[in-house]
């Protein structure tokens, strides 16, 4: 009851209480005794005005029901998702639907038959139809077992790749999940191509509020700043064409278009871990439902409702936030080269611990440059996957945004951005900045503990102490990695160690 108030509070009205990743465990959710449990937990979200959903296991055929197959064309797997359907809603009548993650990082889909994802989204829209409940699938699709040594693989190219072909051939109550970039949640990385191409197909923004990528709730990083960029990105497909409007615009029926996200909640008594943590809940709450807000003018609602805070201490309160994704990106993402971070952890510095592996994030340093090269011209044709406008600017060297330059080149290290900086001395100077700015923080929220309660204070300041470390870590092996690569020297000539 306490989480389904505070989920009321920040204006979400729909949950999927497990996760999208289905273990053995949750895979029997969705039959007998655990369906009266269900129910209990779902009477409560409704009475404050959110509807429960499931994520399912889409082998549940073959892992609940016994069958030989899963196969989404087999008549006897229709029927038995037909079956399994009307139980949860004799039991459940407000269930709001199923959402699948499926083919993706182990987990079971059509393609295991040979089947596409408009067969398996589509039977199980059917199944749940006649209750006017939807299916929401997830485009987060790709092939997780990549040999690094094949250039021409490309994970990012994976979600336009498939289901663009199936644009407008899907159910009416399915609802197509995307998240905001190709890969995976990074702290800098282009939209995703599927908005804006995708013209009728429901569809659903899909964001990441908990910071697996971006700190773990433990280093400060206020998203809404990187969300806000997400929806007001312009895809030039013509006049008007705002991801805010396109997810809406594209969709068949409007009523099934929307934003989601992973959320953030544990069981923290702060519910966030790190206290300042919370701004991003309730900033996904405020923004979804008013895409017209300011990040700042968020974190300030924030600040004011959560302390009581003499107005320049508010500001300095609301200046962290409001820099912190900046931050962040200096001391761990050099100009859109993701996943140099600890395997699995997802959580500290490790340059190429996903460099020789299978999940296709490479970042391909070496001696002579960096970046991934996803051009038509010389690389996996990535840039192709958006608008004709928009192809052009990532195609060109000259007019790619600096802030996205790795993801779509690989560069010498000398190559000069627009600030008239090389490569390698942004790289330097970010890394250096990014700590500095980590021990403005701690200053900053030092001179704050006359004015706040003792457990916000310590939290913040304890997390705010292991940031530095991290930060420190981030900016030792980064610019010792890059120096060793390139051999060009630091023009500060600060500490790098070699």
């Known amino acids: 009851r306490s989480y389904a108030r505070l989920l009321t509070s920040t204006g979400i009205n729909a949950i999927s209480i497990n996760n999208v990743n289905v273990h053995k465990k949750e895979t029997y959710f969705i039959k007998g005794d655990n369906l009266k449990e269900i129910r209990k937990i779902a009477d409560v979200f409704s ?88 299916v929401i699938w997830r485009c987060f699709v790709y092939n997780c077992t990549q040999d690094w040594r094949d250039r021409s693989l490309d994970r990012a190219r994976a979600a336009y790749d498939i289901f663009m072909a199936h644009d407008g051939k899907f159910e009416n109550n399915v609802i197509l999940q995307i998240k905001n970039g190709p890969i995976d949640f990074q702290i800098r990385e282009p939209n995703s191509p599927l908005f804006g191409a995708l013209k009728k197909t429901n569809q659903i923004l899909e964001f990441q509020i908990t910071q697996e990528y971006t700190g773990h709730q433990v280093d400060i990083c206020y998203l809404i700043p990187m969300w806000k ?102 001391y761990t993402c050099p100009l859109a080269v993701g996943f140099m971070c600890k395997p699995s952890v997802h959580y500290g510095v490790d340059i190429d611990g996903y460099e020789y592996d299978k999940w296709g994030t490479y970042h391909y340093a070496d001696r002579n440059g960096v970046g991934r090269e996803r051009s038509a011209a010389r690389g996996t044709g990535y840039t192709r996957q958006y608008s004709d406008a928009r192809f052009r600017e990532y195609e060109d060297l000259s007019s790619c945004p600096d802030e996205l330059l790795l993801f779509f080149h690989h560069v010498p290290y000398t190559h000069v951005l627009r600030s008239g900086k090389t ?22 929220w030092e001179a704050l503990e006359p004015f706040l309660d003792e457990e916000s204070y310590r939290n913040v300041r304890d997390r705010l102490k292991k940031q530095k470390e991290n930060a420190i870590n981030w900016r030792d092996q980064i610019n010792t990695y890059f120096y060793r690569k390139s051999g060009i020297p630091d023009v500060r000539a600060r500490k790098i160690y070699d």
Do not use: C
Request: proline share 5%; glycine share 8%.
């Open 229 to 330: 960029e997400t929806l007001d990105f312009d895809t030039h497909y013509g006049k008007d064409t705002f991801i805010k409007s396109e997810i809406k615009k594209n969709s068949p029926d409007p009523r099934r278009s929307g934003i989601a996200a992973v959320g953030s909640v544990g069981m923290d008594a702060n519910w966030t871990g790190n206290k300042l943590a919370q701004a991003n809940l309730y900033g996904y709450g405020r923004l979804v439902w008013d895409n017209s807000l300011s990040a700042e003018a968020i974190a300030r609602e924030w600040v004011n409702l959560t302390f009581e805070l003499p107005e320049d201490g508010a500001a300095k309160v609301v200046e962290i936030l409001t820099t912190s994704r900046g931050v962040y990106e200096d």
């Open 423 to 444: 490569v390698i001395q942004h790289i330097y100077d970010t890394h250096f900045a990014g700590v500095e700015k980590v021990e403005q923080y701690e200053k900053m």
């Open 47 to 134: 009475e404050y005005g959110i509807r429960t959903f499931l994520a399912i296991n889409f082998a549940a055929p073959l892992a609940v029901g016994g069958l030989d197959t899963a196969d989404p064309l087999a008549p006897e797997v229709a029927a038995w998702w037909e079956n399994v359907t009307t139980d949860i809603y004799k039991e459940i009548p407000q269930f709001g639907g199923f959402i699948v993650k499926a083919d993706s990082e182990g987990e079971p889909g059509p393609f295991t038959y040979n089947r596409t994802h408009e067969d398996g989204a589509n039977m199980l829209a059917r199944a749940v139809k006649p209750f006017e409940g939807i």
